[in-house]
C-alpha cells in the first residue's frame, strides 16, 4: 500500500512538472499582423517605440513609429543590412531602443540567472521526490519471539508459575 501511494506521488509530481514547463514554454496566440517576409515590419518588431514603454515598433500606431518604420524602409531601399539598421538605431538611440537587450556584460548575468534558478528548482524537486518515495527504514524491529531468561531470580519464578 506505501509502495502504490509513493509511485503516485511521483507520478503526480512528474504531471505537475511537465504542466509547469509546458506553462512556461507555451506561447500565447498571435495577432494577425502584416505579411512576415516584409523585412521593414520584421526589423520593427525588434526595435521599442520610443514613446510608448515595451511596445515594439511594429506594434504601435503613433506618428513616431511611423517616421521610424519610414526610417527603415530608406536605410533598405539604400543597400543597408538589417543588421546595419539595427546597429544605426542602437548607436543613435541606446541600447534600450532593442526589444531584446543585448546578451552581454552584465546582461547576459541577467538572462543566464532565471535558467540556473529553474535547473536548480527541478533538481531539488528530483530529489525531494526521491526521499518521498525511498521506504523509511527504521532501527527498531518487532519479533514474536519469546524473550531468553537470562537472570537465575527470573528463572525460578518462571518455573514456580508453570508448576501452578
Not at 81 to 102: A, S
Request: one cysteine or more; a positive charge; proline letters at 6%.
Amino acid at each position: 500500500m506505501r509502495h502504490t501511494s509513493a509511485w503516485m506521488r511521483v507520478r503526480i509530481g512528474f504531471f505537475v512538472a511537465a504542466f509547469m514547463l509546458f506553462a512556461i514554454v507555451a506561447n500565447t496566440a498571435l495577432a494577425q499582423a502584416p505579411d512576415p517576409s516584409d523585412q521593414v515590419h520584421t526589423i520593427a518588431k525588434l526595435l521599442n517605440c520610443p514613446t510608448c514603454g515595451g511596445r515594439n515598433l511594429a506594434d504601435c500606431p503613433t506618428d513616431t513609429c511611423t517616421q521610424w518604420k519610414q526610417e527603415i524602409r530608406s536605410q533598405l531601399d539604400a543597400g543597408k543590412t538589417q543588421t546595419e539598421v539595427i546597429d544605426y538605431f542602437k548607436t543613435r538611440f541606446g541600447p534600450t531602443v532593442l526589444q531584446e537587450p543585448p546578451k552581454e556584460g552584465v546582461i547576459l548575468l541577467l538572462w543566464v540567472t532565471p535558467v540556473v534558478i529553474l535547473i536548480a528548482i527541478l533538481i531539488a524537486g528530483v530529489i525531494v521526490l526521491k526521499r518521498i518515495s525511498m521506504p523509511r527504514q527504521t532501527g527498531a524491529t518487532i519479533t514474536t519471539a519469546v524473550p531468553q531468561v537470562a537472570d537465575s531470580y527470573a528463572a525460578r519464578i518462571e518455573e514456580e508459575v508453570n508448576k501452578s
